[in-house]
């Protein structure tokens, strides 16, 4: 069995949006070819308190990108952004969710961040995702969505970890690149086993 893993596709990350993605939105048609073709379709969706602390407005003297310590490792600050409830965090309006079985949220702990969909950034707490999958049988997952060097790279790794055959979509993804993050992202999936593959190969 396997399962389409749509990550983060929201307003906020695509162009106009308060974190904006290059190109984010490009990813919506490709995606939306791509749901009828999986047992499983689950969306995640950043999801975050007014305040949390992933926001430089939320660390006197920083600005948006800065990079801060905290008790789980580096933190990058961002754009508020994904706030609960607003418009930025609501899906693409475009994206065909229909299909969807089960939304993830994340980040909705004000203390921590939350890359990934199955732990948060301090790689402990867990969402849930990764037993949810199991007990529906699935063993392949087919990665895509936003941002391509941070939530799809976190979730793909994790679920390399977690003992699932990851594949991520090439052109239903889009990155930040943040100094290089974007091809460092492709270098640590490519390493940790994830595979590569296009949506014209899986239509
Ligand atoms: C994301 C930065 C902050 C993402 C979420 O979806 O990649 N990036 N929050
Ligand atoms: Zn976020």
Known sequence: MNA???VDVQNDFCP????AVPEGDKVVPVINKLTGKFDVVLNTQDWHPDG??????SHEG???YDVIKVDYGDQVLWPDHCVQG??????????????????????????????????????TTPTGLGGYLRERGIT???VTGLAA??????????AIKEGFQVNVVED????????????LAWREMDGAGARKTSSEALL
């Open 149 to 158: 060097d941070f939530c799809v790279k976190w979730t793909a790794l994790d």
């Open 172 to 183: 239903a993804v889009r990155g930040i690149d943040l100094d290089g993050s974007l091809e």
């Open 4 to 6: 389409l893993l749509i």
């Open 86 to 123: 607003s418009r930025g965090a609501e899906f693409h309006p475009d994206l065909n969710i229909n299909t969807s079985q089960l939304i993830v949220r994340k980040g909705f702990r004000k203390p921590i961040d939350s890359y990934s969909a199955f732990f948060e950034n301090d790689k």
């Open 62 to 64: 920083k600005k948006p």
């Open 52 to 57: 949390h602390h992933s926001f430089a407005s």
């Open 16 to 19: 106009g949006g308060a974190l």
């Open 140 to 142: 392949t997952i087919y």
